[in-house]
């Protein structure tokens, strides 16, 4: 195949998520082996000029049908080359005649590039690329000091030992700036005070310090989180959503490794990882948890002491920077439009539903007086809209105030999806240009105290609601199993399969640290059920887990 048509080809496997801009060029045997860096080069470059030159090509004529086989992955392939790259088109010998027709277009392929440029004022193609795509905005290394192995000066003098310059600066516009790529630079965060700051690149993944336990790699907005609810030393915390576990082991840090921290996760896999993290982390409060935090019972007296709870729940990740990632997400909008925007919409709408639910629930803990809640989105309708819903639902907690909520970041929420400015002024948003992924944190605060008897009653609703509609699933099941002839007659009910999710049924997960069996019964909830999900019993005979 022509390299141009290859490359179109791939953009078009890209689109249908099909593989990674990896695997289909320097992992695709169809790709020339000499040609496989070019490849990957040209698919990056054009991901992430697309949107600027999506408008060239369709204002050139070139998409006419003068050339043929043309289409509009090959003319951004191909417009990339010939107007951005130093080198123009690349001359594959078997693309030659493909080459020479797209040549004819030169003229007006130029003309309507240098009027899109001349009309946003800017000086080059560059200065039109989206900002969070373009090389300079890459994030900062934020490196997190484990409290629990060293303090804060003891990490800095490692690092000056090692001939690293600390520098200081307090304007967060300028700190890019002073930690420029591949300097010997760092400096302490302005916001966190567990936190250092290195230039974008630095890799400390080979680090002693890493490799022991003292530092901890996590970008500067997921450590926010621990430091809105800041449990005290001594006190109870639980962590909701929990695995792989950065936010439990920092607030284990916070905490000095005085208290229990219950750290919960509906995958026994992932709470897997968070035990070795933790471990490393020479966390030794931790209590994992293998359950659906939707099924905790927060009127379990094991739960009668917590008084913080950092809710960080699954949520689109649309805040991450992966600039691959990106590159692709950026691309399947140009080319796919509403129809995508409308299958998102229906999908923030169901994550936004479970953010909402599992912030109600831990409100239900009787002992619970903060609460963070973030994600690693930037949408509106999981962070602000979300907050702005649990704010109605109920009226037993208010939003921190803002001098509790990082008072000292800039970047604050959005007057959107419900929220005043008041309100918005309350919680924190980042954004890549901030040098972190996007994220979002709100705080909440109870207002007045826990009123069991209508926890009990919210408690009893849901049940019976789920018990609802457990029936009504599997008489639905009984009739669509049941032969034609016989759908129309009445069946006894069967008896439900699944286990109920308000049994609260929970697995303690082991991991290196012993457990004994007693502790193990001691954590059994208040409302157990005799039934246990398919999933439950997979991970209590795989795992070894404590009986319940
Ligand atoms: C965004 S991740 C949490 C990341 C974690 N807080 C950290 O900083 O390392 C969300 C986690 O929620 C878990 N999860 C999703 N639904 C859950 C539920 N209903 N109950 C408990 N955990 C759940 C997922 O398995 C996933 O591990």
């Known amino acids: 195949?022509?390299?141009?048509?290859?490359?179109?080809?791939?953009?078009?496997?890209?689109?249908?998520?099909?593989?990674?801009?990896?695997?289909?060029?320097?992992?695709?045997?169809?790709?020339?082996?000499?040609?496989?860096?070019?490849?990957?080069?040209?698919?990056?470059?054009?991901?992430?000029?697309?949107?600027?030159?999506?408008?060239?090509?369709?204002?050139?004529?070139?998409?006419?049908?003068?050339?043929?086989?043309?289409?509009?992955?090959?003319?951004?392939?191909?417009?990339?080359?010939?107007?951005?790259?130093?080198?123009?088109?690349?001359?594959?010998?078997?693309?030659?005649?493909?080459?020479?027709?797209?040549?004819?277009?030169?003229?007006?392929?130029?003309?309507?590039?240098?009027?899109?440029?001349?009309?946003?004022?800017?000086?080059?193609?560059?200065?039109?690329?989206?900002?969070?795509?373009?090389?300079?905005?890459?994030?900062?290394?934020?490196?997190?000091?484990?409290?629990?192995?060293?303090?804060?000066?003891?990490?800095?003098?490692?690092?000056?030992?090692?001939?690293?310059?600390?520098?200081?600066?307090?304007?967060?516009?300028?700190?890019?700036?002073?930690?420029?790529?591949?300097?010997?630079?760092?400096?302490?965060?302005?916001?966190?005070?567990?936190?250092?700051?290195?230039?974008?690149?630095?890799?400390?993944?080979?680090?002693?310090?890493?490799?022991?336990?003292?530092?901890?790699?996590?970008?500067?907005?997921?450590?926010?989180?621990?430091?809105?609810?800041?449990?005290?030393?001594?006190?109870?915390?639980?962590?909701?959503?929990?695995?792989?576990?950065?936010?439990?082991?920092?607030?284990?840090?916070?905490?000095?490794?005085?208290?229990?921290?219950?750290?919960?996760?509906?995958?026994a896999r992932r709470l897997d990882t968070l035990v070795q993290l933790t471990d490393?982390?020479?966390?030794?409060?931790?209590?994992?948890?293998?359950?659906?935090?939707?099924?905790?019972?927060?009127?379990?007296?094991?739960?009668?002491?917590?008084?913080?709870?950092?809710?960080?729940?699954?949520?689109?990740?649309?805040?991450?920077?992966?600039?691959?990632?990106?590159?692709v997400d950026g691309f399947v909008a140009l080319v796919q439009g509403q129809e995508q925007h409308r299958s998102n919409a229906t999908r923030l709408e169901s994550l936004a539903e479970f953010q909402i639910a599992v912030v109600l629930h831990a409100m239900r803990f009787p002992s619970v007086r903060r609460i963070s809640y973030s994600t690693c989105s930037v949408h509106v309708e999981e962070n602000e809209a979300v907050v702005a819903a649990i704010l109605n639902a109920q009226d037993e907690f208010a939003l921190m105030p803002a001098v509790d909520v990082i008072p000292t970041w800039p970047r604050r929420g959005l007057a959107h999806g419900g929220l005043t400015s008041e309100q918005a002024a309350c919680v924190v948003r980042t954004l890549p240009e901030d040098g972190t992924n996007g994220f979002f944190v709100a705080g909440f605060v109870r207002k007045k105290p826990a009123d069991i008897g209508e926890i009990r009653r919210q408690l009893d609703e849901r049940r019976t609601q789920q018990q609802k509609q457990t029936q009504q699933q599997t008489q639905q099941e009984v009739v669509d199993k049941a032969p034609e002839r016989t759908k129309a007659q009445p069946r006894q009910q069967k008896k439900p399969k699944k286990a109920d999710r308000s049994s609260s049924a929970v697995s303690f997960l082991p991991g290196r640290r012993a457990r004994s069996a007693v502790t193990a019964r001691a954590n059994v909830s208040s409302n157990n059920s005799s039934n246990m999900s398919k999933k439950r019993r997979r991970v209590k005979s795989g795992k070894g887990v404590a009986k319940k």
């Open 1 to 267: 195949m022509h390299f141009y048509g290859q490359a179109a080809d791939i953009l078009r496997r890209l689109e249908q998520h099909q593989g990674s801009i990896q695997t289909l060029t320097v992992g695709n045997r169809a790709v020339a082996s000499d040609d496989k860096r070019r490849m990957y080069a040209l698919i990056c470059e054009t991901l992430k000029y697309a949107s600027v030159l999506a408008p060239v090509v369709q204002g050139s004529g070139v998409l006419g049908g003068g050339i043929q086989g043309m289409n509009t992955r090959l003319a951004l392939a191909m417009a990339h080359d010939m107007l951005v790259s130093r080198g123009g088109l690349q001359r594959r010998g078997a693309d030659h005649e493909l080459n020479r027709a797209f040549e004819k277009y030169k003229p007006q392929l130029r003309a309507k590039m240098d009027a899109l440029v001349a009309e946003a004022g800017a000086r080059s193609m560059a200065d039109l690329v989206p900002l969070g795509l373009r090389e300079e905005t890459a994030t900062l290394r934020h490196v997190r000091v484990n409290l629990l192995a060293a303090s804060v000066d003891q990490v800095v003098a490692a690092f000056e030992k090692e001939q690293f310059e600390l520098v200081e600066c307090r304007d967060h516009s300028l700190m890019a700036q002073e930690l420029p790529a591949r300097s010997r630079r760092f400096m302490r965060d302005p916001d966190l005070d567990d936190l250092l700051v290195f230039p974008s690149g630095t890799d400390l993944h080979a680090h002693p310090l890493y490799t022991d336990g003292t530092i901890i790699l996590q970008d500067k907005a997921s450590c926010m989180p621990a430091h809105v609810v800041r449990p005290k030393p001594g006190t109870s915390a639980l962590d909701a959503c929990a695995a792989p576990g950065n936010k439990t082991s920092h607030m284990a840090s916070l905490m000095g490794n005085k208290g229990s921290v219950f750290a919960f996760d509906k995958s």
């Open 280 to 327: 490393r982390a020479r966390c030794r409060i931790i209590r994992p948890l293998c359950a659906d935090f939707l099924d905790v019972d927060p009127l379990n007296p094991l739960y009668a002491d917590v008084e913080c709870a950092l809710l960080d729940p699954s949520c689109s990740g649309s805040g991450i920077v992966n600039r691959l990632d990106a590159l």
